[in-house]
């Protein structure tokens, strides 16, 4: 999948639904992965606007590239989304994407 290869914008709730399950990802350097949501974090929610991060986990190797991802999983589908890799341990490396959209 390629980052062109989008569906619907999908809602917070529906990633918060998808904690703890894996995204086939295509990082922009072309590298096939899974990334598993490991966390989901309710920033600010107005009338008219919100924010929302996603923290996931890659496996250790995995390239520290920040740019837009290809991801996919079956509940939500294809989607595009640009993470940044901000921590990494003995076992991971972790990216976040930070949603910051008005509501329709």
């Known amino acids: 999948m390629t980052p062109a290869a989008t569906t619907a914008t999908p809602t917070k709730e529906q990633f918060r639904q998808q904690i703890d399950q894996t995204f086939r990802a295509t990082a922009p350097n072309g590298e096939k992965l899974d990334l598993v949501l490991v966390d989901f974090k309710d920033v600010l929610d107005t009338d008219t606007q919100e924010t929302f991060t996603l923290m996931f986990r890659a ?37 976040e994407a930070v949603y910051n959209r008005f509501k329709q």
């Open 59 to 95: 496996p250790i190797d995995t390239a520290s590239e920040q740019g837009t991802y290809g991801v996919s999983n079956d509940a939500m589908g294809d989607q595009a989304i640009f993470l940044v890799p901000v921590n990494r341990d003995a076992d991971a490396l972790y990216f």
